[in-house]
């Protein structure tokens, strides 16, 4: 099922775990809302193709791969993206949308190993955040 020009239903539930995973009818609406108001418009910015790594994940697929319990991922709200470029496609995140938090994942100083977005339908606190050996802290 296609959300949008660029991104389907089927890569926001993408999971390398086996398990199923499949979104309920609130978190298939939580995946359209990010997709059109962040993966979408910043794809078509970035110019290059983005891969989701993981959206949605069932409670059981976010426990397979050690998620957080309180995930944002499991309402269908964010989203872990790379492309060829991850800290351009950060700066643009971070630059020119709202978002819940943004969240530098791994790597290096000069690029992410993956760049985690998520977004609600309110109340989102435009967090920026570096997690780095296991721990978050806020990027000032
Ligand atoms: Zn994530």
Redesign the pocket.
């Known amino acids: 099922m296609k959300l949008t020009e660029n991104f389907t239903l089927e890569e926001l539930t993408v999971t390398s775990t086996g398990l199923k995973n499949v979104p309920g009818t609130n978190e298939i609406v939580a995946l359209q809302r990010l997709t059109l108001n962040v993966l979408q418009p910043v794809r078509e910015m970035f110019g290059n193709p983005i891969r989701i790594n ?1 959206g949605y994940r069932s409670v059981s697929v976010n426990k397979a791969v050690g ?1 957080s319990e309180t ?3 499991c309402k269908g709200e ?3 993206l790379s492309c060829d470029d991850n800290a351009e496609l950060f700066r643009l995140l971070r630059d020119n949308f709202k978002f819940d938090q943004l ?1 530098w ?1 791994g790597g290096d100083d000069n690029q992410p190993a993956w760049v ?1 977005v ?1 977004f609600k339908v309110a109340g989102n606190r435009h967090q920026v955040l570096k997690m780095r050996n296991g721990k978050y802290e806020f990027m000032s």
Do not use: L, P, R, T
Request: aromatic share 0%; net charge negative; no cysteine.
């Open positions: 993981s998620g995930s944002s991922h964010a989203a872990d969240i994942e985690h998520s």
